[in-house]
């Protein structure tokens, strides 16, 4: 057997523990959540920054490329490995013991390993938590790498927005200390944003400072149905304008995405006798007990006057089965796996847009593609679709490599370029839409990605991604 010198330094350096290398132990780390597998060198799990730091030196002397890797719950291919089986997975899954809150400041400092799931434990009994909010449980490092949005952005906004302070560990070992536990400090170059949605590939995140919220102490749910786009962005307005202060999510689901969801999750009762065009999620929430107000008899009122106003516009609304909506609205992608093919986009256009765009690619699905159906649904109170294209592999007539092949160019060609949106609202960038970052980004933006990236990684060994 050929020894492997960088996995041999590793092992002796780190330990046992911290290096995986057969096939079975790594097989894990191999394969990514909807897109992504390859093989990898091997698996180096450091368990500090000074870990992280001794194994990126290791690699740099090797010249071995290397591929962060948190909870591998990431939708654009980017925290595997490539198939070249050269390339190193740097877990940060020990690297996850450090969660210290300041009360009074509101403020948490967090191993970049820690998981959101873990985070939001320890924060639960002082009322508190960290409100940026999904379906997957990622760790902090790889929501701050992807910039995460989930289905609370509306109010509470993106980890961006919550993020303080970060420390990093760059290419060749260096450490970047810029652990900002201030609300306000305007000193310059704020360098946390570059390690913000930029895919790990200027530096790895072993600790940052977040922000943490008062956890709601009530929620009011309710379903509306609405007859088109248009009644979903009157009944957006009408919310903010009354109840900003306490809208905290407004997920619309068209009824070609609710429809499957109905069919194939049989504990959920169907809320409407018919599906309208779309239902939306309306959720309220606040700190204030149900005491002082409650938000059920706020939004009951609300919507009843909407409804006086809006007439044939909203058909129905139903309230008072939270947990039920939510249900619907996260098994959404797993019941339209199971009607068909499916090919997912993460898009974003201006909110006012949404109506026209989703108009037009009906239109341009009937003319180019009529086998293909739109299932769409998403967080429409911040302008993002997720666009299911969904279609039946034995009357395609074609592979569904081809039909995947046109219609990405197409869908993000109409929103990037039609509707002034984003081919990438909250997945970040990695091997599954490099082609795309490349075709759509601006060149002196790509020039100054490169300059970064050359002090930042000079030997251009993070990432599976490239952003100059
Ligand atoms: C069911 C489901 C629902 C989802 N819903 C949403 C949603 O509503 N909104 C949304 O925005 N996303 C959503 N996502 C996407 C996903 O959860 C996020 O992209 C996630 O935050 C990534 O975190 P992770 O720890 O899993 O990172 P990974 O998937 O492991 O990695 C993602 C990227 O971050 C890099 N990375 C990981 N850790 C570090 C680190 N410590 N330092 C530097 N780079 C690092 C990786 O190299 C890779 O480029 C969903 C995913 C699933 C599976």
């Known amino acids: 057997m050929t020894v492997d010198a960088l996995v041999g330094a590793l092992v002796a350096a ?4 911290a290096v995986l290398q057969s096939p079975e132990d790594r097989a894990r780390f191999e394969t990514g959540w909807r897109y992504g597998k390859g093989v990898a060198r091997c698996v180096v799990r450091p368990a500090s920054t000074a870990e992280v730091a001794t194994a990126l030196r290791l690699c740099q002397q090797h010249g071995a490329r290397v591929v962060a890797q948190g909870a591998n719950s ?10 070249s089986g050269s390339m190193v997975v740097l877990s940060l899954e020990r690297l996850n013991q450090t969660i210290e809150l300041d009360q009074h400041g509101r403020t948490v400092l ?18 508190l938590w960290f409100p940026v909010d999904l379906g997957a449980d990622p760790q902090i490092g790889g929501m701050i790498a992807t910039n995460t949005g989930g289905t609370r952005l509306l109010k509470y906004g993106d980890v961006r927005h919550n993020l303080l302070g970060v420390e990093v560990v760059l290419g060749d070992g260096r450490v970047v200390s810029a652990l900002n536990r201030l609300r306000k400090n305007n000193t310059g170059l704020d360098s946390k944003h570059l390690f913000v949605g930029t895919s790990g590939v200027f ?6 400072v977040l922000q943490v919220a008062p956890k709601p102490r009530q929620r009011a749910v309710a379903l509306v149905g609405c007859n088109s786009g248009a009644a979903v962005l009157n009944l957006l ?14 997920e619309v689901m068209s009824a070609a995405a609710l429809g499957p969801v109905l069919d194939h999750q049989p504990n959920l009762p169907r809320p409407f006798a018919q599906l309208p065009a779309y239902s939306v999620l309306v959720e309220l929430s606040s700190t204030l007990s149900s005491e002082l107000l409650s938000l059920d008899d706020v939004l009951e009122e609300q919507l009843g006057a909407h409804l006086e106003v809006a007439g044939d516009e909203v058909p129905d609304i139903v309230m008072h089965r939270g947990e039920e909506f939510w249900q619907m609205r996260h098994h959404i992608s797993e019941s339209l796996r199971s009607v068909g093919k499916m ?17 037009a690619v009906h239109t341009m699905l009937a003319a180019e593609f009529p086998v293909v159906r739109l299932c769409d649904y998403g967080h429409w109170g911040d302008g993002g679709t997720h666009l299911n294209l969904v279609w039946d592999e034995s009357k395609a007539g074609v592979p569904a490599a081809q039909l995947v092949a046109a219609l990405q160019p197409r869908i993000y060609d109409l929103a990037v370029r039609d509707f002034a949106g984003s081919y990438s609202a909250e997945h970040g960038v990695g091997p599954h839409n490099q082609r795309f ?32």
């Open 14 to 17: 780190l330990g046992e523990r």
């Open 74 to 83: 990431g939708l654009v291919a980017a925290s595997t490995p490539d198939a």
């Open 110 to 127: 967090v191993d970049g390993g820690v998981l959101l799931s873990q985070l939001n434990e320890a924060l639960l009994p002082h009322g």
């Open 203 to 208: 530096g790895i995140v072993t600790r940052a």
């Open 237 to 250: 307005q009408t919310l903010e304008r009354d109840l900003a202060d306490v809208l905290s999510a407004f």
């Open 343 to 359: 090919l997912a986009f993460d898009i974003s256009v201006p909110r006012s847009q949404l109506p026209a765009f989703t108009e």
């Open 437 to 468: 970052y490349d075709l759509y980004t601006d060149e002196n933006v790509k020039a100054l990605c490169g300059s970064l990236r050359q002090w930042c990684d000079p030997d251009r060994l993070l990432g599976t991604v490239r952003l100059d």
